[in-house]
């Protein structure tokens, strides 16, 4: 079928790639000319026969609400846009609403697949009315994996990208998991060879996943991760997760625990435990050590 | 090859008919004589040639401890016990002493695999001496699984018990982390059908594995696992997992997160909160409940 | 001075109180005729000379909203508005935005002090311009404590909500410190009186505080805490302290552990570890127990 | 009464002396012979009248033993030993065997009070028999603060040392979420003085106690505490508190928490971190930053 895809970076142009190659008819529109097929949405729009499914891949917040604004006065009713970034869930009754009262249609889709996907496929997490959702299964169809799974309508409007955040915090958590293991294997002098210890649990353990897969990748590039400093983002789901979780007083302490890891090893030097050295020095004369110049 | 088996509990039984089904002599001992080969550790040891091989599969602790101290009198030199129980890797330096000093090798097996090993085979993390791992590759081949996964051998004596509690730890938190993320989904009205999204999970994600296959299978017997009691045992590993972190001043928050989480599902009612409580309606005059009778 | 007391509640009832015998003039509206003085908001108003001062004591979110805008349609340019309730600070710049259009200025305060206020003294965390906060002077010095501390000019509208809702998280924690503490004496054979051990703390020691004193209260009243149930309401301070953390990428592990174990002790059942259960199960054939009915 | 005190250092010193300004004859002994009464233990030995009373204040673990083993050649039955220093609680079951098995009674005393006993007299959690408890009373009435609390029979030989490790544990969780609260008032914009809203907490607060008077003086010293690396030793009871929660199946999530972020504090680099880093690298193509050379 035709699908409009506003924004072709990292995971736009693969799927524009993805669908083109099992027969769509795709329309990308891209600000950065070298790669978009059109000059503007206004054309991206002309392009396409009604009714029409334009699917917004463009970073979360000020770019997706502008984007969906346009969209709103170029669209027709009856045509459908699709948030496939990476939104929050609340934004996305918004959106559906703002949309709706123009008789425009509103899905929300959470995809998972990264750099892997234009081979593998994408994972899809789907919210929206059934309607809209039944016109796009063409394109779910080729988005997604081979194979009976990667893709579910979760539910209602929001429950697409709620699920995808989700599965983020998860994935926090997972992380975290192997992390902490691997460093205190690494710590211990009787384990001789932490990576041949990652690479057996490939088969016949309990914890053997994909991500286990990548740790065994990752540790052949570099056997003890020298060449990294132990830096890491966070990118908006797993704080997400835990505001969820807090907003329905469900307790997630794995999954806080690894977010909090994750503020703390971009701190240069921790304000708490400043003041934590401060206090023992206060009550028990305990040394400190002076902060680095 | 020719080994002698103690202990044919779910594990040690299972490991007894995948060996023999590959063709290995098994003589296994019980203290259930139904499933006994042999009547005594005596007549185990008299069946087998020298030099022998004699895995010890009972609970860890005081029966690990007492076997071993039997095979030290029956065993001769150049023979060797392997350990592939639960034992804490602590204990193994101390079994490898003894026996060694009486020119008995040891070799500790952290075996993985439970119920679907039998099948699939068992990954196994081993430590110890060279001379005495390689004289048992015959064993661990066929016990492991096909594929080029499943076997290590970790290091020194002990590595195999550490490695495989370090699995287990992680273990602990991945199980924690889909848990957390169950709850939280199940929690909200905008996702319908928290099953299918975890189904959905299994391919195109970041979070796929094993694990996660298990979820599925059991949400599609209990949709909403309403006939469980949210009640988790734990069993020792994932304590001597934070004991090892705490010894090596390594931070663990997730998989303690998920250790004490468990802990605290075990409680009919919790004594710290009665002291949180307790202070609420100190200071604010907050009402309290009443414990139940 | 002359002040408008908008909420006779347990903390503005006591207010009202402490202000009068400090020889105050305050005229107190609540919605209960029976404790009111006026018998509406523009009564009130019409008894107070301009310019005038009107503290809001009300629930916050939409009771406190409601108030500000009917003050904001009463009052004029040159009056002052207080916000006293537990209002989130992020509601603090709106409220002072609506009302500083009108020339009525804004000031925020955090309110400590529960059931002991009116003989202790409340202690205040105030938030907005200087000459909003230096006319109100002579109210704050009343309420506070005798002595040096008790109260603070923190900073800028939203400034005192924020310090008070960062003492409630620090309250959390703290709480948490002597549950957790308590919870494992009471469950070690050796020690005979946990009573008297908290007892004790209250002198020389590096953990005496009020909180302390305050649990000896209650094990005084209740030496094992067996009238109550492990249950603990959260009151909103601890969800927007770990919020603010998020927000500001700060990790608060401890808080958050605080705020989480509040959440898991309103369970009646743990869904989380249901599904712990279900894994163990699925992998291990670990046996489960059933939900109760 | 007489008392022999080996041990005088930091803490040994000052309880020598407040002991004396009490009118007690202490005779003191340390390695180092410019602070020491006598010059070897059997000259300690010797100047005491029996029934003896020693107490050793040394560090804990092997120091101890060596003293206690050294002691116990060197008593006689009717004597009693006193361990004051910071003995894991699992250590005096042991050593009241070794002594009582010569007639010698033992017991110990968590003592808490840092550089401030001197002045303020030292909190005292002792475990033992009762007849041996009550023999010293002398020197425990002396050594402890004035005024009716800092003084506790906490039970038998074991529980003071359980007592003030807990204690330490609570400590630990404390002193943490004032440094969590600290960072957060840090960094918000809107708090201009977070020095003075923790000044202003010392009255009328929930979160009021010595620990925050401490902090107080601390940012007297240094207003955000710049000239302070944040890094924090752990001395031992902290960890054990911990070890002993896992014994006995006790959830402690803020003490743990507080635990792990000291260990973290005096990690250069995170290596958990490193391999999240390495791990969103390879799922998601996220860029890495390099280790510091």
């Known amino acids: 079928m035709q699908l409009g895809l506003i924004g072709l970076g990292k995971m736009g142009g693969n799927m524009r790639e993805r669908l083109r190659r099992a027969g769509h008819t795709v329309v990308g529109y891209d600000r950065n000319a070298e790669i978009s097929d059109v000059s503007s949405l206004t054309e991206l729009v002309g392009k396409l026969e009604a009714p029409r499914a334009v699917w917004v891949m463009v970073p979360a917040g000020a770019a997706t609400q502008s984007v969906i604004d346009e969209l709103g006065e170029l669209l027709q009713p009856g045509d459908t846009v699709i ?18 009262a123009k008789g425009i249609g509103f899905v929300d889709a959470g995809v998972s697949g990264g750099v892997w996907g234009l081979e593998n496929g994408y994972a899809l997490m789907v919210g929206g009315e059934k309607e809209h959702v039944d016109r796009l299964q063409p394109i779910f169809q080729s988005l997604k994996p081979e194979g009976p799974y990667g893709y579910v309508h979760a539910g209602k409007v929001g429950a697409g990208h709620f699920a995808k955040m989700v599965h983020n915090g998860i994935e926090y958590a ?65 704080r997400w997760t835990v505001e969820a979780a807090i907003d329905n007083a469900v307790p997630l302490p794995a999954i806080t625990a ?7 090893s ?7 435990m400043k003041m934590i050295a401060a206090l023992r020095n206060q009550f028990g004369g305990h040394a400190v050590e002076s902060a680095k110049k």
């Open 174 to 238: 997972m992380m975290q998991a192997y992390a902490e293991g691997w460093e205190l294997l690494e710590k211990v002098d009787s384990v001789d060879n932490v990576r041949e210890v990652f690479r057996s649990w490939q088969e016949g353990t309990v914890i053997r996943s994909w991500l286990l897969d990548l740790a065994v990748n990752a540790l052949d590039e570099d056997q003890h991760l020298e060449k990294l400093r132990g830096y890491a983002e966070d990118s908006g789901e797993g």
């Open 258 to 264: 690894s977010l909090f890891a994750r503020f703390a």
């Open 266 to 272: 971009r701190q240069e030097d921790s304000p708490q």
């Open 83 to 100: 948030d496939g970034g990476n939104s929050r869930w609340s934004d996305d009754e918004k959106h559906a609403a703002e949309l709706g």
